[in-house]
């Protein structure tokens, strides 16, 4: 199963993976504040487990301009045997944007936490189907510790009886199955429809164009992880305005 074989993977690595040993630049952003007026997340996303690679394109460049074209965060993978990411990306994209950023990455160690904090990420991921309660506890709190905010993923309502007493910063709902890597995006809507009142969404994964959109936001969706679409865009910069203009219309209609 793919979980199975990446958390064998992440604990290789970490073994590895050393403290950065030199200090934050810069201050950590807000995503909640970002995202309420501009709710795309989009994603420097370069090759995926089930897509190979998917683009060529200069990740650096791409952030620009989904900064430009009014992403309210930036994801960057860090993983890079699946995903063709990398920390020195991380990095590079840190560097250069004035908007947060996500570290997308298979988190399993509080080395990882402190790789993201230094190289300049404003939220992590955690993946409560990658982790024991104890483990998610201890790196959720480990994260609020460092100041980051945290993005916690889960797949079903049971998930999120697992995670709900951290009170997490937000709630990410995968359409993506993390082990038979299917996408099943009603299913996605209904717990993201399922989940309380005042929670903040964020649909990941299967969001190809405005329908699929339209199907999380009318589900509650406060905010939507975009990844494949954009980066195959041959605008992308149009496509970011136009998923947020559809996003601020449908919330406005569910007022």
Not at 137 to 144: E, P, Q, T
Not at 177 to 191: C, F, M, P, R, W
Not at 207 to 213: A, D, M, N, Q, V
Not at 226 to 243: D, H, Q, S, T, V
Request: glycine share 6%.
């Amino acid at each position: 199963m793919f979980l199975q074989k990446i958390r064998k993977i992440k604990e290789h690595e970490v073994g590895f993976l050393g403290h950065p040993g030199v200090d934050r630049k810069k201050p950590i952003l807000n995503p909640l504040k970002a995202l309420k007026d501009a709710p795309i997340i989009a994603e420097v996303k370069r090759a995926s487990p089930t897509k190979l690679k998917i683009s060529d394109r200069d990740p650096f460049d791409v952030a620009l301009l989904y900064e430009r074209a009014g992403a309210g965060v930036i994801s960057v993978l860090a993983d890079k045997i699946f995903f063709n990411g990398g920390w020195d990306v991380l990095k590079g994209v840190c560097d250069r944007v004035a908007v947060p950023v996500l570290c997308k990455e298979f988190i399993i160690s509080p080395v990882q936490l402190d790789m993201a904090y230094v190289l300049g990420a404003d939220v992590v991921l955690l993946i409560a189907a990658l982790l024991t309660d104890e483990e998610l506890a201890a790196l959720y709190d480990y994260a609020k510790r460092l100041g980051l905010f945290v993005l916690v993923e889960i797949h079903s309502p049971e998930e999120y009886e697992r995670v709900k007493w951290l009170s997490p910063d937000m709630i990410g709902v995968n359409s993506r199955d993390l082990n038979t890597l299917e996408i099943d995006l009603l299913k996605a809507a209904s717990v993201i429809k399922s989940l309380p009142h005042g929670l903040f969404k964020v649909a990941e994964s299967g969001i190809k164009g405005e329908e699929e959109l339209r199907i999380f936001a009318e589900s509650g969706a406060d905010a939507f992880l975009i990844g494949e679409a954009l980066m195959r865009a041959e605008n992308p910069e149009r496509l970011i305005k136009r998923f947020t203009h559809v996003c601020k219309s449908v919330r406005h209609n569910l007022c």
